[in-house]
């Protein structure tokens, strides 16, 4: 069985602080996303990398970056969390692109306050 | 970029009742995925498909390539189905790699 793991289900952060969320999977997966969900919007791609150390931005990637520095882990990071990125956020990973099936974590809970 | 729409936003459903939701896109795929969230975040994959029909129990999906259109049935609902069901497509080119979601579909079967 594929395993996403998000490091934390509810994290509350201090405006300015630096966030790291963490995503580790155990299927040797090339492909690892970062989503965040908002209510209405649905989710919205932030970053995805393809291999390591490789990293493409999604559709929203302003305040964020990512690591990926091993294949089984994919981080993202909020430089200086703000309240606007109060949200859930859910990590992925897949085989091949988007043409195989996608895995997903059980999100984490984020508010910044 | 795909655009994808579904339909409809909320659905609530005696147990019982056949369900179907419909998940329409703009742009040509090769294959669409529908995807199950319950109350607490986790994302679940039902189904990826390319053509036909695939069915798992008493969950049923279908797609039609030519018409950019796929809908997913749930047969003899149950409250234990009520989650938010979330259809995505493929981008192509430069944007294969990327998902496109629905909005999701959140579905409330009553006892």
């Known amino acids: 069985d594929v395993k996403v793991t998000q490091s934390s289900r509810y994290l509350v952060k201090r405006t300015g602080e630096k966030v790291f969320l963490e995503c580790v999977q155990d299927?040797?997966?090339?492909?690892m996303f970062w989503y965040r969900q908002d209510p209405g919007l649905g989710l919205r791609l932030i970053y995805f990398?393809?291999?390591?150390?490789?990293?493409e931005k999604g559709d929203i990637p302003e305040g964020y970056s990512v690591s990926r520095e091993k294949k089984e882990r994919f981080s993202l990071i909020l430089e200086s969390a703000s309240t606007n990125q109060t949200s859930m956020y859910l990590c992925?990973?897949?085989?091949?692109?988007?043409?195989?099936?996608?895995?997903f974590g059980q999100g984490t809970r984020l508010t910044v306050v | 970029k795909n655009e994808v729409e579904q339909s409809p936003q909320n659905l609530t459903a005696q147990e019982g009742e056949f369900i179907t939701i419909n998940c329409s896109y703009s742009?040509?795929?090769?294959?669409l995925h529908w995807l199950q969230q319950h109350p607490g975040g986790g994302i679940v994959s039902l189904f990826m498909?390319?053509?036909g029909k695939k069915k798992h129990g008493r969950l049923i999906a279908t797609i039609n390539i030519q018409e950019k259109h796929s809908s997913l049935h749930i047969t003899a609902s149950h409250p234990r189905d009520s989650a938010v069901y979330i259809c995505?497509?493929?981008?192509?080119?430069?944007?294969?790699?990327?998902?496109?979601f629905g909005k999701g579909t959140k579905l409330s079967v009553i006892p």
């Open positions: 995505a497509a493929p981008g192509s080119g430069a944007g294969s790699y990327q998902l496109t």
């Open positions: 742009v040509g795929i090769s294959a």
């Open positions: 299927m040797d997966h090339e492909n």
């Open positions: 498909l390319s053509s």
């Open positions: 990398s393809y291999d390591v150390k490789m990293k």
């Open positions: 992925a990973s897949s085989l091949w692109m988007s043409y195989t099936e996608a895995f």
